[in-house]
Structure formats: C-alpha cells, structure tokens
C-alpha cells in the first residue's frame, strides 16, 4: 500500500503560497507607501483565500481518489460517502436520461447497484468537491467535509499553538480559533471584490492567517489519514 499519510494537495498547498508570502514580502518593505502597501496586503489576503478554498476542495478529491485506488469492499464505505457518491451518479443530467430512456442510462444502474449491493468491490466513488460559485466560509467547507463522514471539520481538527512564557519560562499553549479565521478572511475577501474596500488590515496579520492554515492543513492529513486506515485496513473483501 502506497504511503497514505502522504497528500499531495497538502504539499502543493504550502508551494502555492509562496506567491501569497512574495507578496508579503513586498508589503513590508512598502509600509510607508500607503496605496501600494494597501493594495499588496489586499491581493494577499484575496490569494490566500482562493488558495486556501483550492486546497480543501483537492484534498476530498485526493482522499476519495486513495480510496478508489485500494478498492475497498462496499460494506467498508462509510454511509455518508455512499450517499455523496449516489447523489454524485443521480444528478439532474443522468435523471433526464433515464427518464428519456436514453439507452446509456444503462451504466447508471450498474454504478447504483455497486453502492447499493453488499457484495460489491467499489472502483469508482465520485463526489462533488467543488464550492458552489458565490458560496464560501465555514458553512460551505464543512458541508464539503461532511460528504466524506466528517460532520463538522473544525471540531474535528482542534488546533493549538504553543510558545514560551518569559515570566513563568514553560510552554504556554493557546487555542486557534480556524474556524473564526476563514470567516475573517472570507468576509474580507468578499468586501474587497464586491465593494472595492480598503480593509484595516497590516501584512502580518495576513501572515498569521497563513500560519494558521497551514497547521489546518497538516492537522487535515492527519485526520483523512487516520479515516482512509479504518476504511482500508479493515477492508478485508468480506464484510462484517
């Protein structure tokens, strides 16, 4: 079995904000041009979003591509991936045909019948992974988190920070609030687009927010992981 700890989505996450932190970059050595720096930490923040969404949606793809590779005994799959990939299947455009009788509507049903079946070896799941255009922020990412078991992704990645107390010199650890993050990010990034507005906000608190996903990030993995090995280590062919 392939190493599954590894994503590739993750990796080509943090390549990918290379361009966000270049941009940083500029901003800082431009604090005291003050159009320049506003709008440097604006296309900041506007491409860490976009990199961010980008991301999450390649890594249910990934994750689900993990599981097609192994191909896993039906009865192994969780409830709520099976009814993302029936609701996948049965979309407006194949429900047409069956109704046409479109003659191809045939290998709708041998895709149901796997899914349904309970004997079945899955070679094929296909969810929807993409954000619905115009919708974004925490509702949107947890329902794309939910179509694979993970009903509400933010509890599921508790987040920590940790840094040294000078006055009491241990190890002082504090909650990142990610959740709130995207939020702030995204309601940003939206007043920027569709106001044109000029938001109060500095190249490091951007920084911060990077730091931030990018420990969302490698808690992701570790989650999907850990839900990719109950899935297919315990996928013998024969069901419980």
Do not use: W
């Not at 431009?30 to 720096?37: C, F, K």
């Not at 296309?43 to 976009?50: G, P």
């Not at 961010?52 to 192994?76: G, M, T």
């Not at 992981?225 to 062919?237: E, V």
Request: charged fraction near 25%; charge should be negative.
């Amino acid at each position: 079995m392939e190493d599954s700890s590894c994503f590739s989505a993750k990796d080509d996450f943090l390549s990918t904000l290379e361009e966000v932190r270049a941009l940083l970059k500029l901003a800082a050595s431009n604090e005291r041009e003050v159009t320049v720096y506003a709008t440097l930490v604006k296309a900041s923040l506007i491409f860490l979003a976009s990199k961010l969404e980008a991301f999450l949606e390649d890594i249910v793809a990934e994750f689900i591509d993990k599981i097609n590779e192994q191909r896993p005994h039906v009865s192994r799959i969780p409830y709520s991936v099976k009814i993302s990939a029936l609701d996948c299947i049965l979309d407006e455009g194949m429900l047409s045909k069956i109704r046409g009788h479109d003659p191809s509507a045939g290998e709708i049903f041998s895709k149901v019948a796997i899914l349904c079946g309970i004997d079945s070896v899955v070679e094929e799941l296909r969810i929807r992974v993409k954000f619905n255009y115009g919708k974004h922020g925490e509702d949107e990412i947890i329902k794309l988190f939910a179509q694979i078991g993970i009903d509400d992704v933010f509890e599921a990645c508790p987040l920590v920070s940790s840094g040294e107390s000078t006055m009491i010199e241990e190890q002082v650890h504090q909650k990142i609030d990610v959740r709130a993050d995207i939020n702030s990010v995204t309601n940003i990034r939206n007043n920027i687009l569709h106001t044109d507005a000029t938001p109060s906000l500095t190249h490091y608190q951007v920084a911060e927010f990077v730091k931030h996903f990018i420990l969302f990030a490698e808690k992701l993995v570790e989650v999907l992981n850990c839900r990719f090995l109950q899935i297919i280590l315990s996928s013998t062919g024969v069901p419980n």
